[in-house]
């Protein structure tokens, strides 16, 4: 690391308490008690790090008796530390992102990367978590994934709700974006989704998300008439909270949803260029929405991805082809259904393939 790239790191861990606390921490355990310091690192999105944590375990076995830090994509760090797989987690970036690169061994720092970011492109053929686990040398361990919110972060939601949702109605959770544009259901559906679940259930409907996507790119997220507006309003240890006590989940191949199936809630998820079956964790109750077209999963051709994230030659008609009314069919048949066992910690797998007319 050069003069000033150090100088810079050093006066961000100043700025912020929250760096210089890890600095205290990494001497702590490795200055001091003389942990060997092991760190991964990942970059872009949320839900690739809750596969990513999946590999965590393996990555103890290899190492014991270590102090594992998880440098996580841009807002991100709350969540890993939510899951207490790792030791010590901060974004992507950020001052001690800087400090911990230069002392960490080479052998001992890892940053995986997924098929179609490697240079030929590959195809993706089994489960993200075991993608990363493969890069890793590791077994993957998605049971192992789990989140626990505190309690002042459960308080406050039940005092958010408490003022949305005063009747106790059941909760609806949507998720539009943002993510790769080939992955984004048209808002008019979701607008209409919203019209159809309101009108024959007695449901309330909230809207999540963010103007920023993985990369931290501003992106004016579309708000939903008759949905609770929490665009912009929530952190990620709040989505937890709002999720434990959501009745249904509904969204796109993106974080919001990797969380959700990983926490146990009933969710309804819309895919087409990615396959349902590499992406929602195992221990989801899940009900999978899809077009009945040819080029259904095209990210997983053998020669690679057929589209890329910003364009699709087929106009993106894998999601233009979802209707709302199957979507909103399923989002009902999820409320009347019974309270999930993984609720009181029983794992269970339902994937459910559901083909939707055009």
Known sequence: MTPIGIARGLHDILRHPRNLLLVTQYIWNVRIKRKPLVVLERSGGMGDLVCLLASIPGLRTRHPNSWLVLIAPPGCSQLAVSSSLCD???????GFHRFIRGRCSTSRYYCPFLPDERNPIEPQLQHLANEFAQALGVNAELDSVRFITPKRIKYRMSRWLCRVNPEGRPIVVLHLTPAWPVREWPVERWEELARKVIATTSAIVIQIGTNFNA???LFKARRIRNAVDWVNK???LDVIALMEQAKVFVG?????LHIATAIGIRSV???GPTDARLRVHPRAETTIMTAGVSCLGCHH???GPLHWKTGCPNDIACMRAISSDAVAAAVKSALEGPESDLKI???KYQLEAIQCER
């Open 301 to 303: 051709a053998g020669s």
């Open 215 to 217: 990369y931290e790119t």
């Open 88 to 94: 010590a987690a901060s974004d992507t970036g950020t």
């Open 269 to 271: 998820a819309l895919f």
């Open 234 to 236: 929530l952190s990620v």
């Open 252 to 256: 796109i191949d993106s974080g919001p």
């Open 345 to 347: 910690g029983r794992a």
